[in-house]
T-cell receptor, first 112, second 116 residues
Framework: AQKITQTQPGMFVQEKEAVTLDCTYD???????LFWYKQPSSGEMIFLIY??????QNATEGRYSLNFQKARKSANLVISASQLGDSAMYFC?????????FGSGTKLNVKP | EPEVTQTPSHQVTQMGQEVILRCVPI?????FYWYRQILGQKVEFLVS????????KSEIFDDQFSVERPDGSNFTLKIRSTKLEDSAMYFCASTRDRGRTNEKLFFGSGTQLSVL
C-alpha cells in the first residue's frame, strides 16, 4: 500500500507570488505515479499534474511544476505567480498496485 | 476533454432509505471507481470495478453498499439503508486501463448526498 502525507492543512500566499505545497509518500513499489488535484469550492476534482517514478525530469504544466525528490520521497507542488482563482483545496495522490491513495489535502488561500 | 458524468448532483434522503447514485464513465475506459469525501475531509476510496466485477473494496464498503454496471454505459452505487454518517460527496471516477502508473483518474463532478 502507499501512504500520502500532506502536512499543511492551510496555506496563505500573496497574489502573484509562488507557493509550494508539500507532499510526501511512502511505498515499497519502485513503479508508481504521483498526481496533484485541485478542488475548488464548487467541489469538482481537477487534475493538475502528473509525475512518474521513473521520470528523470520534474513535471511542469503551465504555472504548475512538481518538485520531485525521489530520495526524500517528496513530490511538492509549486504554483508560480499565484492568482485569486488558485484558492482551493489541493490533494496529492499516489497510484500503484492499481489503486489511488489521497493525502488529506491543503487549503490554499490567495490574498489580493 | 471527455467527461465522467454523475447524476444527480444533489440527493437528499431520509435515514433508512435506499439511494442509487449514477455515473456514466468515459466511453473507452475500463476501470471504474467510487470515492467519497465527507465535508472538508480526505477523499476516501470505496470500491474499484473492472470487467464487471469488484476488483477491490475498502472497509467502508460494507454490505450496505453495492455497485453495478447494468448496461454498457452506466455504473451505479447503491446504498441500501442510508445512515446519517453516509452524508458526503460521492465521486465516480474512471481510468482507461490499469497497471500503468500514468493512468490519470478522471473524476465526475460528484453527487452530494445528504441523509436526514
Amino acid at each position: 500500500a502507499q501512504k500520502i502525507t500532506q502536512t499543511q492543512p492551510g496555506m496563505f500566499v500573496q497574489e502573484k507570488e509562488a507557493v509550494t505545497l508539500d507532499c510526501t509518500y511512502d511505498t515499497s513499489d519502485p513503479s508508481y505515479g504521483l498526481f496533484w488535484y485541485k478542488q475548488p469550492s464548487s467541489g469538482e476534482m481537477i487534475f493538475l499534474i502528473y509525475q512518474g517514478s521513473y521520470d528523470q525530469q520534474n513535471a511542469t504544466e503551465g504555472r504548475y511544476s512538481l518538485n520531485f525528490q525521489k530520495a526524500r520521497k517528496s513530490a511538492n507542488l509549486v504554483i508560480s505567480a499565484s492568482q485569486l482563482g488558485d484558492s482551493a483545496m489541493y490533494f496529492c495522490a499516489g497510484y500503484n498496485f492499481n489503486k489511488f491513495y489521497f493525502g488529506s489535502g491543503t487549503k490554499l488561500n490567495v490574498k489580493p | 476533454e471527455p467527461e465522467v458524468t454523475q447524476t444527480p448532483s444533489h440527493q437528499v434522503t431520509q435515514m433508512g432509505q435506499e439511494v442509487i447514485l449514477r455515473c456514466v464513465p468515459i466511453s473507452n475506459h475500463l476501470y471504474f471507481y467510487w470515492y467519497r469525501q465527507i465535508l472538508g475531509q480526505k477523499v476516501e476510496f470505496l470500491v474499484s470495478f473492472y470487467n464487471n466485477e469488484i476488483s477491490e473494496k475498502s472497509e467502508i464498503f460494507d454490505d450496505q453498499f453495492s455497485v453495478e454496471r447494468p448496461d454498457g454505459s452506466n455504473f451505479t452505487l447503491k446504498i441500501r439503508s442510508t445512515k446519517l454518517e453516509d452524508s458526503a460527496m460521492y465521486f465516480c471516477a474512471s481510468t482507461r486501463d490499469r497497471g500503468r502508473t500514468n493512468e490519470k483518474l478522471f473524476f465526475g463532478s460528484g453527487t452530494q448526498l445528504s441523509v436526514l
